[in-house]
Structures are given as structure tokens and as C-alpha cells.
């Protein structure tokens, strides 16, 4: 049973959701029954149905539709609906991943779970265990800042997990430092990765970079007449990877970058509550994010919960809100574009080709170093190191000097698409999970 609730564990599941069926068809016992519980914490089309849509990802067998709420509240109603989901339905295992309410919610109700002792099927998993397996996939961050709230969900989750799947080494040891037994710690890379690897190529036919007026037609033209979709599926027909290519390309002192645009442009997300949840700290970053954009301007996806703040505190006037249409960016305007939060394939699309990512999320941090994209990071800590060691994030603070400096500074580095890739990050390792997973629920 697959856990999602948020927007980011959409990108997570959607490759063990696939891995699980590769599986079956191999005819390798045990066959695995999947079923898909969203427990509706994300509701709007932008910030759900669209990932369902754009990953292939099937529709949710259920949804508890818990909605937003306080923490207290969203967590105690996935809770109580979740235990009725969990004693009809009985899984031999529920994958949660990431830190959101939902993956903690679901993983307490699960600990204490007893099914029915008549249970047999369980039984022939495991006589003594009569509640589900519980899988945490990217088990083990720490951003050290219990401030936090995801930080908190980390820890419960990794604490009551049986099976804690890891991306990096950090987390490894984070683990271990923690008490957890190294029996139940795998490091199999990063599962968010391998579904970037699997969707770029159709990332490359979103047509966001010509809504978004940042296509230069001069430069479109001017290589051989070759478009940057004809250039993609060129390179695809040749059987090279993305990343092969962009390593020839940059052999060959060309960009690949270079092919899609001629307008330069900075990328923006910010939702945490402690960055727009108190006007000051808001208007501090705002600021910076103004001086940036005379340099450089920024397109800005807005998370519901930012839009939110923007009315209520009357920040309007830091943003060009342009029509959703056309967008009509143009060059000659230096600003902070505001637009409606984008699905996966487009925001893809849109951070591949920036030269520069401005967030305060966890999952960017780790799309932009496979990128090889200019990240800062408006935060005060990160629970993703590698993404640092890698060269290509930095984080900034909430300063405003230090946020300016730090995007001033990754503006002046060139973008390199064959910067090195932290360990395992290599797309396999939904099937490193599936593995294990189909080992441990044989025995
Ligand atoms: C949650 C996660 C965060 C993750 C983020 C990704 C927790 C504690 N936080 O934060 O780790 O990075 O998702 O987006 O689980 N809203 C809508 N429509 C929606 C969803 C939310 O309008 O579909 C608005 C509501 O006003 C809601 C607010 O956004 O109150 C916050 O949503 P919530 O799910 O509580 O937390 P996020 O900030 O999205």
C-alpha cells in the first residue's frame, strides 16, 4: 500500500509504483498487489491531479480527502481515517516517503496496528508480525532544525520504520547515530531521481519556455534549422542518454542550454512557513529577490500557500502577475514573474533550462545538482548535504545581503550539465527497493 498526500511524494512513488509492475510481469514470486492511498492533504488540480496525470501514475484507489488543516488536526483526521483503510484493506506493507503530516500519520496508525489474528495470508509472511511491514523511502535526512515540521515527521517515521530506504550517505549515518539498527538501513539512491530520468525526455516537448515568451527565435533557427525538440529526438534516436549527450556537448564546448534559450532566467519557489508565514521574514527575502531581479529575471510558481500570504500581507506590488495565457515575458522587464504553480513535466522543463533556482524546497536541491543547475537555497540549513559537496547548491540563508551575494555569485559559474552525480543516483533505485522489498516479504 502506497502512502501519498503532498505534491513531492507523487515524484516518489510513481517509480516504485512502475518497479512493482516490472516485477509481476517477470513472474517472480511473490507477485505484489499495489494499491494507491492519497489521503487528500493536496486537493487542488495544480497541486495533485496534475502529477497523476503527467507521471502516468494511476488513480488513487482511495482518498481519505482530509484537505488542509492545523498540524494537529490534519494529522489526527489522516489518522483516524487511515486506520479504517488499514483494517479493511490489511497490507502485508505501506510505503511512505518523504517527511510531509501524511507520512506520519499514516506510519504511527500503522505501528500499532494488529490485524485480525485469523489473518492468514499474513501469516504465511510473518506469524509474529500482524500489522504491515512499514517502508520508509528516503529514510534518514536531517536538516537538524526542529523548527522544522518536516524534521520532526523524519524522525517519528525513520523511528517506527522496518525497512529505511536512503539516498545519500549523510542519512546513513544520521540513522545510525539515531539507534537504528543497520539491518534495517539500505542505501539505494533517490527515487525522486529516477523519475526525472524517466520523464525528461518528454519534459523536452513542453512548450512552457514558449508560453513563458524565453525562446529566442533567432538562436532557434540558426543551428542547422534544427529545433531543440528535433535536436532531443535526434539525440534519443542514437540511443544517447540526456546525460551522455550533455557530457559530448559539453565535450564539443557547446551547451545544451544554449540550443533552447537566449533570455537568461532565474527560477523561484518558496512555501515554507517560516519563510512566508511572517511578514517581516517575507519582506526581508522579497527584497533580495527584487535586487536579483534586476539582474536576471525570475519566473515564480506560486504555492497556494505563498499566494495566500501575498494577499493577506499585500505584497502584490513585489510581482507582475502576467495573464495565464500569454505570459508575455520580455527581457526588457526586470522582475519577479508570478505565475500559477506549474505541473511536473513544464516546471521540469523550466528548471533544466534556468540558469539559476532560487528555492527553499528539499526535492529541488536534488533535481537541480542532477541538472547541473545554479541552486541557492533560501534556508538556514539543509537536510540534503550532497547536493553541497556536489558544487552545485548553495545555501544562502534568509539574509537579505547573503541571499544577493550567494545568487550573485552562482549567477558568474557557468551551468555545468556534467557535474558529477552524488552515488546511486543513477534511475535504478525504485528496483533496488523493489528488490529488497520482494526479499523481505518472502521470508
Ligand atoms: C506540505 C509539506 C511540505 C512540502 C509541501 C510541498 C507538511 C508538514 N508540509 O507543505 O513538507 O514541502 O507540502 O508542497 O506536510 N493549499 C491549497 N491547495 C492544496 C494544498 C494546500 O490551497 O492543494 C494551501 C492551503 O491554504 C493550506 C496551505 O496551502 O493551508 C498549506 O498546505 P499544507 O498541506 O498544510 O502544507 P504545505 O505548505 O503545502
Do not use: W
Given at each position: 500500500m502506497h502512502i501519498v498526500g503532498a505534491r513531492p511524494n507523487f515524484m516518489k512513488i510513481a517509480p516504485l509504483v512502475k518497479a512493482i509492475k516490472e516485477h509481476n510481469q517477470t513472474g517472480i514470486s511473490p507477485h505484489l498487489d499495489q494499491i494507491i492511498v492519497h489521503t487528500g492533504q493536496h486537493y487542488d488540480e495544480k497541486m495533485s491531479e496534475l502529477f497523476f496525470d503527467h507521471l502516468?501514475?494511476?488513480?488513487?484507489?482511495?482518498?481519505?480527502?482530509?484537505?488542509?488543516?492545523?498540524?494537529?488536526?490534519?494529522?489526527?483526521?489522516?489518522?483516524?481515517?487511515?486506520e479504517k483503510v488499514l483494517l479493511q484493506y490489511q497490507p502485508d506493507a505501506i510505503i511512505v516517503v518523504g517527511d510531509v503530516n501524511?507520512?506520519?500519520?499514516?506510519?504511527?496508525?500503522?505501528?500499532?496496528?494488529?490485524?485480525?489474528?485469523?489473518?492468514?495470508r499474513l501469516a504465511t509472511c510473518n506469524s509474529k508480525r500482524r500489522r504491515p511491514l512499514i517502508v520508509h523511502v528516503e529514510a534518514g535526512l536531517r536538516s537538524f532544525d526542529r523548527t522544522m515540521p518536516e524534521e520532526i515527521n523524519r524522525i517519528l517515521t525513520d523511528q517506527l520504520s522496518d525497512l529505511l530506504f536512503t539516498t545519500e550517505e549523510d542519512a546513513n549515518e544520521n540513522l545510525k547515530r539515531e539507534g537504528i539498527?543497520?539491518?534495517?538501513?539500505f542505501f539505494v539512491g533517490n527515487v525522486m531521481?529516477?523519475?526525472?530520468?524517466?520523464?525528461?525526455?518528454?519534459?523536452?516537448?513542453?512548450?512552457?519556455l514558449n508560453r513563458l515568451g524565453l525562446i529566442n527565435q533567432r538562436l532557434r533557427t540558426s543551428d542547422q534549422g534544427l529545433s531543440t525538440r528535433d535536436y532531443a529526438l535526434r539525440t534519443s534516436d542514437q540511443g544517447l542518454s540526456t546525460r551522455d549527450y550533455a557530457l559530448r556537448t559539453s565535450d564539443q564546448g557547446l551547451n545544451t542550454r544554449d540550443y533552447a534559450l537566449?533570455?537568461?532566467?532565474?527560477?523561484?519557489?518558496?512555501?515554507?512557513?517560516?519563510?512566508?508565514?511572517?511578514k517581516e521574514t517575507f519582506l526581508n527575502i522579497l527584497e533580495a529577490l527584487k535586487e536579483i531581479s534586476q539582474k536576471i529575471p525570475i519566473i515564480f510558481p506560486a504555492h497556494p500557500r505563498t499566494q495566500n500570504r501575498i494577499k493577506l500581507f499585500s505584497l502584490e506590488n513585489y510581482?507582475?502577475?502576467?495573464?495565464?495565457?500569454?505570459y508575455g515575458l520580455s527581457t526588457k522587464h526586470s522582475c519577479i514573474y508570478c505565475i500559477e504553480p506549474l505541473g511536473y513535466l513544464d516546471f521540469l522543463w523550466l528548471m533544466a533550462n534556468a540558469k539559476l533556482v532560487l528555492t527553499d524546497s528539499g526535492g529541488i536541491q536534488e533535481e537541480?545538482?542532477?541538472?547541473?543547475v545554479s541552486c541557492v537555497t533560501i534556508r538556514e540549513n539543509t537536510e540534503r548535504p550532497i547536493t553541497v559537496k556536489m558544487g552545485t547548491n548553495i545555501v544562502a540563508g534568509t539574509k537579505k545581503g547573503n541571499i544577493i551575494n550567494t545568487a550573485l555569485s552562482q549567477l558568474n559559474k557557468l551551468n555545468n550539465a556534467s557535474n558529477p552525480i552524488p552515488p546511486l543516483w543513477d534511475g535504478q533505485a525504485a528496483k533496488r527497493i523493489v528488490d529488497i522489498l520482494v526479499e523481505k516479504l518472502s521470508t
Open positions: 502516468g501514475l494511476p488513480k488513487p484507489d482511495i482518498n481519505l480527502e482530509v484537505g488542509s488543516a492545523s498540524h494537529a488536526v490534519q494529522t489526527a483526521e489522516i489518522m483516524i481515517r487511515f501524511s507520512t506520519i500519520a499514516c506510519t504511527l496508525v500503522a505501528s500499532k496496528i494488529q490485524y485480525p489474528a485469523s489473518n492468514l539498527s543497520s539491518e534495517k538501513i531521481i529516477d523519475t526525472l530520468f524517466q520523464h525528461l525526455e518528454k519534459a523536452k516537448k513542453s512548450d512552457i537566449s533570455t537568461p532566467y532565474a527560477v523561484l519557489t518558496l512555501h515554507r512557513p517560516s519563510n512566508v508565514d511572517h510581482f507582475i502577475n502576467p495573464s495565464t495565457r500569454d537541480t545538482t542532477v541538472l547541473g
